[in-house]
Structure formats: structure tokens, C-alpha cells
């Protein structure tokens, strides 16, 4: 089966950091690309950052140059770095995968709250 574990979420101050971690299991990584979304009560759910499995890499504009998304393929790992954290970044932050057409799958999500 299909796994995608978040962790890394918490709170912080704002201009802190956090890294939160996706680990994947049940496809073969290196072929995949990843993405990492964010949704906030009444808000729809957002691309944040994704990643091809070249390594290319996408970003919302509103976390260009404070995000970085990457990944480790030895460890089935898809991460998603977090610098000069705003409360707008205030969101549970999910990682995704769609290995075919048909079918896409989801972590749990995780909690990301920036204070002021």
C-alpha cells in the first residue's frame, strides 16, 4: 500500500523556520514528482512547492525565495524547507503524489501555525 507520512509541523514565531518531512512508501520513488499543498480554514487547497523527479522545482509566488522543496531518493524523502515564516503561512501542509492518471494519494497533513 501507499504511504505518505508528514511530520515537521509546529508553531513558530514569525521570520522562524521549520523543515517538514513527507516519507513515501509503496511506489517506486525516483520516477515520481511530489508536491507539497496547504489549505486554511475557508480557504481552497494551494500548490505550494513541487518537484519532478529530475529535480525541477515550482513555487507559489507568495513563497518564492522562502521555500525550498527537495528531495532524498536514498531515503524515500520529500522535504519542504521553510524560512522567514509569515502568520499567512498559517495551514496544514499535505504532500502529494500521483503515480498514474487514475489515481493521486495524500498524507495526513500536517500542522504549520505562525504567530506574530
Known amino acids: 500500500q501507499v504511504q505518505l507520512v508528514e511530520s515537521g509541523g509546529g508553531l513558530v514565531q514569525a521570520g522562524g523556520s521549520l523543515r517538514l518531512s513527507c516519507a513515501v512508501s509503496g511506489i517506486t520513488f525516483s520516477i515520481n514528482a511530489f508536491g507539497w499543498y496547504r489549505q486554511a480554514p475557508g480557504k481552497q487547497r494551494e500548490l505550494v512547492a513541487r518537484i519532478s523527479s529530475g529535480r525541477s522545482t515550482n513555487y507559489a509566488d507568495s513563497v518564492k525565495g522562502r521555500f525550498t522543496i527537495s528531495r532524498d531518493n536514498a531515503k524515500n524523502t520529500v522535504y519542504l524547507q521553510m524560512n522567514s515564516l509569515k502568520p499567512e503561512d498559517t495551514a496544514v501542509y499535505y504532500c502529494?503524489?500521483?503515480?498514474?492518471?487514475?489515481?493521486?494519494?495524500w498524507g495526513q497533513g500536517t500542522q504549520v501555525t505562525v504567530s506574530s
Open positions: 502529494k503524489v500521483k503515480p498514474t492518471l487514475y489515481v493521486e494519494y
